[in-house]
C-alpha cells in the first residue's frame, strides 16, 4: 500500500486484515526498540530506523482507520 488511490480501490474486509497486520508490526517493532533499549545491545542508528518504520506504520493505520470510519456530521 503506497498510495492513497491504492487504499480507495480495496474493500473494507481487505482493510481491516491489513489494519490488523500492520497493528501488530507496530506492537512487534515497539517490542523490539523497547529491548534494543533497554539491554543497551542497538545503535542509535538501527533503532533510529526501527523507529521510523514504526511511524511509517503508524501513518498507514491512520489512513485505513480514517477509510473504515464514516464521516459523522454533527
Same mark, same amino acid.
Given at each position: 500500500? !503506497? /498510495? $492513497?488511490?491504492? %487504499?480507495?480501490?480495496? !474493500?473494507?474486509?481487505?482493510? +481491516?486484515?491489513?489494519?490488523?497486520?500492520? @497493528?501488530?508490526? +507496530? @506492537? #512487534?517493532? #515497539?517490542? /523490539?526498540? +523497547? /529491548?534494543?533499549?533497554?539491554?543497551? &545491545?542497538? #545503535?542509535?542508528?538501527?533503532? @533510529? @530506523? %526501527?523507529?521510523?518504520?514504526? %511511524?511509517? %506504520?503508524?501513518?498507514?493505520?491512520?489512513?485505513?482507520?480514517?477509510?473504515? &470510519? $464514516?464521516?459523522?456530521? /454533527?
Amino acid at each position: 500500500m !503506497n /498510495a $492513497p488511490s491504492e %487504499l480507495s480501490m480495496k !474493500n473494507d474486509d481487505v482493510l +481491516h486484515v491489513e489494519l490488523e497486520v500492520f @497493528r501488530q508490526q +507496530h @506492537r #512487534d517493532l #515497539d517490542d /523490539a526498540i +523497547h /529491548a534494543l533499549e533497554e539491554r543497551g &545491545t542497538g #545503535d542509535q542508528l538501527t533503532i @533510529r @530506523r %526501527l523507529k521510523k518504520q514504526k %511511524l511509517l %506504520l503508524k501513518d498507514k493505520i491512520s489512513l485505513i482507520e480514517d477509510r473504515l &470510519t $464514516p464521516d459523522i456530521i /454533527a
